[in-house]
């Protein structure tokens, strides 16, 4: 059922609700039908890879300016990063162990715009570090990580660790090499971004060289825009009709007349039994899920979760230990 036939429903089952409102309220049950449990159309993967560091020839920075200027060398290192595996505006830029800005802006010549001004020290021929430690979510809708894997280590890295965990084991951010965690870090902040307004996270150890990552998280889920939008096949129309029609009862006996003449139904016994219904509904449809979820969720979570018991490789230790699984 598409949405406009949902909201027509929901028009047509209480005298005088507005359209818009009929809309409002489908969007309204189809979010708390998505937040109240964990479903298989919520989970995905994706990947991340952390591209290797450019730090050929010198930059000139200029304190209080949000510009920086590189030397042909660094220039044509900069020129040749495409956007594989990631954009020079996706990544951050730093002299020695100072603050580390965002990139914002490439002129295609020599001139990166930072996302704010250089506050060290005026310098000219300095070295300098482009690499990536800040990563986009997947998607805008990001809710939760379940599992972010080095794939060539064969490492989880660690994924409920505060930031401010990570500002006191390491506040310059000077530990390279292979990280170990995954830390929020803010909104993308880049107004031409493709990202603007996504959730972004820091990598830490800091990479400085090319990895993948697969990633398995949660989503929160879209609403439904569009007249020709459904519902993913999980999820059956009748569940999200039913709490809708809750929510319209619930307005039109908030809204009734004064006078016996206008009072109309007594949508109390209505809200009712729209609320039983839709108990009745969800536990079906989360009862018909469950088994899709706890496959994707306990084989990615647990089941790698303890290397002393199921074992481990590192392919750049050249380490392998058999667990005590085996």
Request: charged letters at 20%.
């Amino acid at each position: 059922m598409a949405y406009i036939d949902m909201q027509s429903e929901i028009s047509g089952s209480v005298p005088k609700i507005p359209w818009d409102l009929a809309g409002t309220l489908v969007n309204r049950a189809w979010r708390d039908v998505r937040r109240k449990s964990l479903w298989s159309f919520l989970l995905a993967e994706a990947n991340w890879t952390s591209p290797a560091i450019v730090n050929g020839g010198t930059v000139t920075v200029t304190q209080g300016a949000n510009t920086v200027v590189f030397d042909a060398t660094a220039s044509a290192l900069i020129n040749a990063i495409g956007f594989t595996p990631s954009a020079v505006t996706q990544r951050q830029f730093r002299v020695g162990i100072g603050t580390i800005y965002n990139i914002w802006a490439w002129d295609g010549v020599n001139t990166a715009t930072l996302d704010r001004t250089y506050q060290e020290a005026s310098a000219s021929g300095s070295a300098y570090a482009i690499y990536q430690c800040y990563y986009a979510a997947p998607v805008k809708d990001f809710e939760t990580w379940i599992t972010v894997r080095d794939m060539l280590n064969f490492n989880n890295l660690i994924t409920t660790t505060e930031r401010s965990v990570i500002d006191q084991r390491d506040p310059q951010r000077t530990i390279y090499y292979i990280p170990t965690h995954v830390v929020p870090y803010q909104q993308d902040q880049n107004p031409t971004s493709s990202t603007y307004t996504w959730p972004t996270f820091e990598l830490w150890g800091q990479p400085n060289f090319v990895l993948t990552y697969q990633l398995y998280y949660v989503r929160r889920g879209v609403d439904l825009v569009n007249s020709t939008d459904t519902l993913p096949p999980a999820v059956g129309e009748d569940v999200v009709l039913a709490l809708a029609r809750k929510y319209a009862y619930e307005w039109a006996e908030a809204n009734k007349g004064d006078t016996p003449r206008n009072a109309g139904s007594d949508f109390r016994f209505l809200i009712q039994d729209a609320k039983a219904d839709y108990d009745r509904l969800f536990r079906e449809y989360r009862k018909q899920d469950r088994a899709l979820v706890d496959n994707f969720a306990r084989t990615r979570r647990i089941t790698w979760a303890f290397p002393n018991i199921w074992g481990q490789y590192s392919s750049v230790a050249g380490y392998a230990s058999r667990g005590a699984a085996w």
